[in-house]
């Protein structure tokens, strides 16, 4: 499967369930896959978020996925890809509950985005378009928060400068949590 923006193998396995959407979402028709098993299916959606799932290379991958409800960049109007925020759980990997983002530019090399959820900020390190938990022993407690806060505000730069606020609503992230980890167990 092929991304928008190149991604290394391990960030691409890093990010499967989200890259299975995110490939459909923004290649042209001509270029998505036509298996079936490499496409998100939607379990449900929950407010601001759907539940999904899929089968990249045959493993079961569950993920939550919003969109921001409101995007900044200064300076105003710069152009990029639609961002989004998932939370990604795959079996076969143990992998359980894994926040990261695709922020729609190439990021600036060795810069740390944040993600905040009401109050409490969590640091993000950064490969290309993508953005995952500094620290793998605050992610619990990031997901934690997320399901009992209002609103998720991730901050980044590009590599060109532009700064960017996105912010997500949290409205269905823990019944949207619920439905994922019912069907990844």
């Known amino acids: 499967m092929r991304m928008k923006h190149c991604l290394s193998p391990a960030i691409a396995l890093v990010t499967a369930g989200a890259a299975v959407l995110i490939a459909f979402s ?7 896959s036509k298996n079936p098993a490499d496409q998100a299916v939607l379990l449900g959606q929950f ?3 759907g539940a999904y799932t899929a089968t990249p290379g045959g493993k079961k991958v569950c993920f939550v996925l919003s969109k921001p409800t409101s995007a ?14 998932f939370v990604s759980t795959r079996p076969a990997e143990k992998v359980k509950n894994e926040v990261s983002v695709i922020v729609g530019y190439p990021q600036k090399p060795n810069f740390d985005a944040s993600a905040a959820v009401d109050g409490k900020t969590y640091v993000l390190y950064t490969q290309n378009d993508g953005a995952w938990v500094k620290n793998a022993n605050e992610e619990a407690q990031m997901v934690e928060s997320m399901r009992k806060g209002s609103d998720l505000v991730i901050k980044s730069e590009s590599g060109r400068g532009t700064k ?22």
């Open 72 to 85: 900044t960049t200064d300076p105003p109007g710069r152009n990029r890809d639609q961002s989004y925020a």
């Open 47 to 49: 407010g601001d978020w």
């Open 26 to 32: 923004l290649q042209p028709a001509h270029a998505q």
């Open 164 to 185: 960017t606020t996105d912010t997500y609503s949290l409205k269905g992230v823990s019944d949207a949590l619920d439905k994922v980890a019912a069907e990844c167990k």
